[in-house]
């Protein structure tokens, strides 16, 4: 059984019948100062880093691996579960407007020849 610490909210899971096959806590947080625009976002005010990559997981889709919202701007990630036989990377996301625009752009497909699955919320 996974617990999950009152702070951290930034997750993703492979849920399957009966269990839970993997949770992912994201990585990377987005923290955004722009005074003249009138934006502060600090998500390391309310949500502790994961300490680690969880490795793909196999579903009747193909080995699914998890990252989360701001996690898909660090090619690393993405390359990392691409070696370890990732076919799809999953990217769970509540971006801004603005700020999705900019995100999903740099999606990692490309580079990873992989499909990146979002769902923006």
Not at 27 to 43: N, T
Not at 81 to 97: D, K, M, W
């Amino acid at each position: 059984m996974h617990t999950v610490p009152p702070k951290n909210r930034g997750s993703a899971s492979v849920p399957f019948p009966g269990c839970i096959a993997s949770v992912y806590r994201k990585c990377h947080l987005f923290d955004v100062e722009l005074p003249g625009r009138g934006v502060s976002l600090k998500e390391s005010a309310f949500t502790i880093p994961g300490p680690r990559i969880v490795p793909p997981v196999q579903t009747p889709l193909g080995k699914v691996g998890l990252g989360v919202c701001y996690d898909l701007r660090f090619p690393e990630l993405s390359l990392a579960l691409v070696r370890q036989g990732a076919e799809i990377l999953t990217y769970p996301s509540a971006f801004t407007v603005a700020t999705g625009a900019a995100h999903w752009e740099v999606s990692r497909s490309k580079s990873t020849k992989s499909f990146p699955v979002g769902a923006d919320g």
